[in-house]
């Protein structure tokens, strides 16, 4: 739980979060954080997420009403827009924190993906994101001078083996929300996307390799790797009125990671493993 006491910067403000599974989740603990911060919103999940997860806790300590929905259907995303009109009125804020590979899940090689699961991994954790923007825009629900953050990672621009299909995912991801970031502005509305470091969630740490994958980040980042209440609280800033001139951006929030090339610890660490070998001593 992040010790920040609120600030009242989303006071009266409203909005749509995606992807709460568990009290470990990314949008979990945006969630808590959104409602620190003074605002009201809705939940929504895919049916069967709703089903393994323990969202009706999340819904009980925020107050927020859950709407379930498919983002991969016209339809249900179509009626999810509707039913939060009904709630809310309208939104000033939406949270995509959706992302799913079945190949990853059945440790499918990248060389040799199943195309329909391709296929699910790029409409659920990407395409949704312009689904859910249209219908958003098309149902009037999308408030002026609106923020929306989808979150991201760095494998949308340096490759992570074991995040397969998960790198293609996130780069079109980040397009998307460039490209309906450059149609909104004209209304006021921000797009970006937050690449955050790998964060001890429930779908981090299922990912085959991810141990390693957050050492490594630890290790160079000269920060370390942010967790996921600091995330909440990066993106609380984002949907303030205190960055109304940022859109477009794919932001990282990875301590320093993208940047850094390579740190002293892990310098000293090669030198006692290797110097020998290749002289590094």
Known sequence: MSELQGYGLLKG??????????????????????????????LSNAPIALRLGVLDALSEETGAP????????DDEVAALM?????KLGSVDFILHAIGMSPNIRKKKEYSDLNYAWYNQTLDISAISLHRVLHHAEKSGLLNDGGSVVALSYIGAQRIFSKYSDMNDAKALLESIARNYGSRLAKRGIRVNTVSQAPTKTSAGTGIKGFDGMYTYAEMIAPLGNPTADECA??????????????????????????TAGISEEMIEGLAKLYGKESGLD
């Open 82 to 86: 509707e039913q939060t009109k009904e």
């Open 13 to 42: 403000k409203k909005g749509m979060i995606f992807g709460a599974l568990d009290d470990r989740s990314l949008a979990w603990r945006i969630a808590i954080a959104c409602k620190r911060e003074g605002a009201d919103f809705v």
């Open 233 to 258: 609280d990066y993106c609380v800033t984002l949907f303030s009125d205190l960055t109304r001139k940022v859109t477009m951006q794919n932001l990282y929030h990875d301590g320093g990671f993208a």
């Open 66 to 73: 859950i709407i379930p929905c498919d983002v991969s259907s």
